[in-house]
C-alpha cells in the first residue's frame, strides 16, 4: 500500500480471538473485566438460532438476555434507548458488561449502547454473521442509522474482545453470507492480487467451510492490522471505505423505496461503481474492473434504478459522513493493493459512474 500519510494514535486496545472453544474464550474474557452484571444483547434472529448455543454456558448463567429487532430497520434511537432502558432496569452499573450476540446491526447498536451507558460500560462482541466477523464487530466503530442515513450517529469504541467462532456460519442463509462476503472482497482489492483471486475463486454455492476459514482469517488480519494503524480514520482506515460511499447512497435509497437490501450487496454494487471511477481516474487496470463486475454481476445481481434516482443518489452521497466540506470523498484505487485516498469526483463523474454501473 503505497501513497497514504497517517498518524499513529491510541484507540482503546482490542482483542480479536478466532476461537476454537467458545466457552472457555468468553469466560476468559468475562473473567479479566469482573462485571457486577451481565447482559447479552441479542434480536429475535440470533435470540433464536444463537442464544441456544452459548445460553448452557457456565459463565452466562446470570446474564439477562436483551432482544431486538433483526433487520437494520430496527437499528434507530428508539431501539437505542430499549436498550439502555434494558440495562437501566436490570440494575446495570459502570461495572457491568454487554456481550453483543448477534450480526453487524446488534454489534454497532450494542456497541453504542455500551459505549454511551453511564459514559460506557465493557462490551465483547460475539458475531455470528460473516459481515459482522471479517468488518462491523473488528475496529470499534458504533452507532445507528438517523434521519434516513446510515449509522450517522455513533462513535468509535472497540469491544475490549471479539470472539469469532465459524461454526455460527453454518446457520447463515446464502444471502447473508454472499452480504459479508462482499466486505472480503473489498479486502481483498485493498491487499494483494493473490487473495483476491483466491477470493473470486471460492464457490459461494456450495460452501466449502474449512476453506472458508482460513480466508476469513485473513481478512480479518487485514482489517486489524489497518485498524491497529489508524483508529479513528484520518488516514488509511479510509482503503475500508472502498465501495462504500456509492453503496451507502443505494442502501440509504433502497431503504427509502422500501426496498431491502443487505449491506454487502450495495456494497458489492459499490466497489463496481467505485473501480470504475478508479479505472477513469487513477489509472486502475480495466480487465480486473471486468473481472470484480462479473462476479459481482453473477453473485450479487444488480441494483435497479433509472436516470431519475441520480440526483437523489448525488444527494445522499453528499450526505455521506466521510465528505469533507463540499466535497464528496472516495477511496480509489490505482491497482489493487494500490489504495488512493481522499480522492474527490464531481457531479459528471458521479453521473458517468452510474451511467456505466447501469449500461457499462
Ligand atoms: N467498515 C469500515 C471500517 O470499519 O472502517
Known sequence: MRHISYTLQPMNPQEVIISQDLERDLSAAIQRVRPDR???LTDTTTREVCWPVVASFQCLAAAE???????DEAKTLETLASVWTALGEGGATRHSMLINLGGGMVTDLGGFAASTFK????????????????DASV???TGINFRGLKNEIGVFNAAGTVLLDTQFLRTLDSKNLRSGYAEMIKHGLISSDEHLAELLCFDLDYVDYAA?????GTSVNIKERIVREDPHEHGIRKALNLGHTAGHAFES??????????????VAWGLVCELYLSATRCGFPPERL???RQFVRQTYGTFDFDCHAYDRLYDLMTHDKKNTA???NFTLLAAVGDIRINQNATREDIFEMLDYYREG
Not at 472458508?212 to 476469513?216: G, I, S, T
Not at 435509497?253 to 450495495?266: D, F, I, K, W
Open 119 to 134: 459514559r460506557g460500560i465493557a462490551y465483547i462482541n460475539v458475531p455470528t454473521t460473516l459481515l459482522a466477523m471479517v
Open 38 to 40: 451481565l447482559f447479552v
Open 253 to 266: 435509497l433502497a431503504m427509502a423505496e422500501g426496498r431491502t437490501v443487505l449491506h454487502g450487496y450495495a
Open 326 to 328: 463540499g466535497h464528496i
Open 290 to 292: 471486468h473481472q470484480v
Open 139 to 141: 475496529g470499534g466503530k
Open 65 to 71: 438476555v436483551i432482544t431486538i429487532g433483526a433487520t
Open 212 to 216: 472458508l476459514l482460513p480466508l476469513v
